[in-house]
C-alpha cells in the first residue's frame, strides 16, 4: 500500500469510528429525559464537526 492509501483507510477508520458514535448517541437520546437530551444532541454535535475535516481531506 502506499502513504497515501494507508492515509485514507485510516480516514475512513475514523469517520466509520465517528458516525458509530452518532448513531450510539441517537439511540441514547431517544431513550433519555428531555434534561438529557440537551446534553446528548451537544455531544453529539460535537462528535459532527471533529468528523468535518476528513470529510473535507477526503473531497479534496
Known amino acids: 500500500m502506499t502513504r497515501k492509501s494507508d ?3 485510516k480516514i475512513f477508520e475514523q ?3 465517528r458516525d458509530a458514535q452518532i ?3 441517537r ?4 431513550e433519555t ?4 437530551k440537551e446534553e446528548y444532541h451537544k455531544t ?3 462528535l ?3 468528523k468535518t475535516p ?3 481531506m477526503i473531497a479534496s
Not at 429525559?33 to 438529557?36: F, I, P, V
Open 54 to 56: 476528513f470529510n473535507s
Open 23 to 25: 448513531d450510539k448517541l
Open 33 to 36: 429525559s428531555t434534561d438529557l
Open 48 to 50: 459532527k464537526e471533529q
Open 44 to 46: 453529539l454535535n460535537k
Open 27 to 30: 439511540v441514547q437520546i431517544e
Open 15 to 17: 469517520m466509520n469510528t
Open 7 to 9: 492515509f485514507m483507510d
